[in-house]
């Protein structure tokens, strides 16, 4: 399994982007691919998944409707609208998947995860 994220840049405050993570060797229909990010000095966070069995959707407290996740199957890929930016979501994206669905509980902890994606960079300034 390989994940490819991009979509990353330097935007302005109140701007939006969308992150793309291209998905590749997957042998199985269930799975769940979730967003991550890491800013400096800080510990590695969950910011939201899509499940494929379901299409069900998880997203941090912090995302306050502000971000979409999404996908296409065809594309083998999923997205991560990001909406009105600020400056504190400055950091590292990520994008990882499990072979398995995950629970309201299970899916913003890292080690639930078997597959990382190398990360792409947003950058919230004016």
């Known amino acids: 399994v390989q994940l490819q994220a991009s979509g990353g840049g330097l935007v302005q405050p109140g701007g939006s982007l969308r992150l793309s993570c291209a998905a590749s060797?997957?042998?199985?229909?269930?799975?769940?691919i979730g967003w991550f990010r890491q800013a400096p000095g800080k510990e590695r966070e969950g910011v939201s998944c899509?499940?494929?069995?379901?299409?069900?959707?998880y997203y941090a407290d912090f995302v306050q409707g502000r971000f979409t996740i999404s996908r296409d199957n065809a594309k083998n890929t999923v997205y991560l609208h990001l909406n009105s930016l600020e400056s504190d979501d400055t950091a590292v994206y990520y994008c990882?998947?499990?072979?398995?669905?995950?629970?309201?509980?299970?899916?913003?902890?890292?080690?639930?995860?078997?597959?990382w994606g190398q990360g792409t960079q947003v950058t919230v300034s004016s």
């Open positions: 899509i499940r494929s069995s379901d299409d069900t959707t």
């Open positions: 060797g997957f042998t199985s229909d269930y799975y769940t």
């Open positions: 990882a998947t499990v072979r398995r669905r995950l629970g309201i509980l299970q899916w913003s902890r890292p080690g639930y995860y078997d597959y």
